[in-house]
């Protein structure tokens, strides 16, 4: 079982950074891919980022890739994603995800425990 617990969303203008986290429970954690999804109003939920166990495979998807970076700390047991040149388009409400995959997924499906969300909004 694992719970895990975002925070760090907000609001930001075009152009600027902000950084969300995942803090998760469970002696798991170091087995699990982590991955960050997306959902702004009226659409679908998206991969954003997804990174292996170990930390040593990142993936993003094409509309972020550049601009965002993973990361997870097994020791804290966190996981972070690093939103860079922030656009509008990236407003959303940004969720952490579990799955216990060795190979990183990017469909939702795939995933066993997920966050509450973090709205992240960015400004124009």
């Known amino acids: 079982q694992v719970q895990l617990v975002e925070s760090g969303g907000g609001l930001v203008q075009t152009g600027g950074s902000l950084i969300v986290s995942c803090a998760a429970s469970?002696?798991?954690?170091?087995?699990?891919?982590m991955a960050w999804f997306r959902q702004a109003p009226g659409k679908e939920r998206e991969f954003a980022g997804g990174?292996?166990?170990?930390?040593?495979?990142?993936y993003y998807s094409d509309s972020v890739k550049g601009r965002f970076t993973i990361s997870r700390d097994n020791t804290k047991k966190t996981v972070s994603l690093q939103m860079n040149s922030l656009k509008p388009e990236d407003t959303a409400v940004y969720y952490c995800?579990?799955?216990?995959?060795?190979?990183?997924?990017?469909?939702?499906?795939?995933?066993?425990?997920w966050g509450q969300g973090t709205q992240v909004t960015v400004s124009s």
């Open positions: 469970g002696r798991t954690f170091n087995l699990y891919s």
């Open positions: 990174i292996n166990y170990s930390g040593e495979r990142t």
């Open positions: 995800a579990a799955s216990g995959r060795a190979m990183v997924p990017s469909t939702d499906e795939a995933y066993d425990y």
